[in-house]
């Protein structure tokens, strides 16, 4: 079944004239929804592909099939690139798909964590074919958009914008022409406690993978972060500590 959805970054609020920013919560998901729907319907109608009387049919369904989840929010930059990573990954993964020789057929096989919970579904390969091109572009489309702040024009201003210049990521490319007091001016700073950004982090691994990393694999009871160990030469006196007790590293899988 094809299902068309959008995966979107967006700010929870904006920036004033003075580029000061104000924190604005999302929320109003059901409303957001309803504009969403009359802007497709609109955009069909205008292209021809739906007669008026039918639009207005779209409009009236009770279920419009249209929905919005605003509940991921993310505080550190290595959340906001596996996120972003996630939003271009392909729309579909090999392990998931057999293809059997004899038959011409592909099976497709969901994990048994997540919605689809193990569900299996059967194509000819002329079928599969046909499903799977309807994910390529025509060429010259781009998916994916920045618009505001983020938009090739936006950013280009970033540098007469001392502000906002200062969160810029390092490797932007407008940084060497920033000048030493704009380039040194101290952005303000919200801090967000360290429970937050785990939480965070946790609902964005069992969103992307289906699991929930404080959830243990073996009893299943509930498990907390007491410590991150970062230098190697510690790591390695640890692995060897359970390697002289019989105990390996935990598997990546």
């Excluded at 109003?28 to 049919?57: H, I, M, S, Y």
């Excluded at 998931?96 to 057929?105: A, P, R």
């Excluded at 936006?154 to 540098?159: E, I, N, S």
């Amino acid at each position: 079944m094809w299902n068309p959805h959008w995966h979107t970054i967006v700010l929870e609020g904006g920036f004033d004239r003075y580029d000061r920013f104000f924190f604005i919560p999302l929320g109003a998901n059901e409303a957001l929804a309803e504009l969403w729907r009359c802007k497709v319907v609109a955009l069909f109608l205008d292209k021809g592909l739906l007669n008026p009387n039918f639009a207005q049919t779209l409009l009236k369904w009770r279920h419009s099939g249209f929905s919005i989840d605003s509940g991921t929010r993310i505080y550190d930059e290595d959340a906001r690139r596996s996120l972003s990573q996630y939003i271009v990954r392909a729309p579909l993964s090999l392990r998931m798909i057999e293809w059997d020789q004899e038959q011409d057929t592909v099976t497709w096989k969901a994990p048994q964590k997540g919605y689809f919970k193990g569900k299996e579904r059967y194509f000819s390969c002329l079928d599969f074919i046909a499903q799977l091109t309807l994910h390529i572009p025509p060429r010259g489309r781009h998916l994916l958009r920045r618009y505001g702040l983020y938009s090739s024009r936006g950013r280009g201003t970033w540098k007469d914008r001392p502000a906002l210049a200062s969160r810029a990521p390092q490797d932007w490319y407008g940084r060497q022409a920033l000048q030493p007091s704009a380039a040194g001016e101290p952005a303000e700073v919200h801090d967000v406690s360290a429970s937050e950004r785990r939480k965070a982090w946790a609902r964005l691994l069992a969103m992307i993978y289906d699991v929930d990393p404080f959830r243990c694999p073996v009893c299943g009871s509930t498990m907390s972060v007491i410590a991150v160990i970062r230098d190697p030469a510690e790591i390695q006196t640890i692995i060897a500590c359970l390697a002289k007790h019989s105990r390996g590293p935990p598997d990546e899988g």
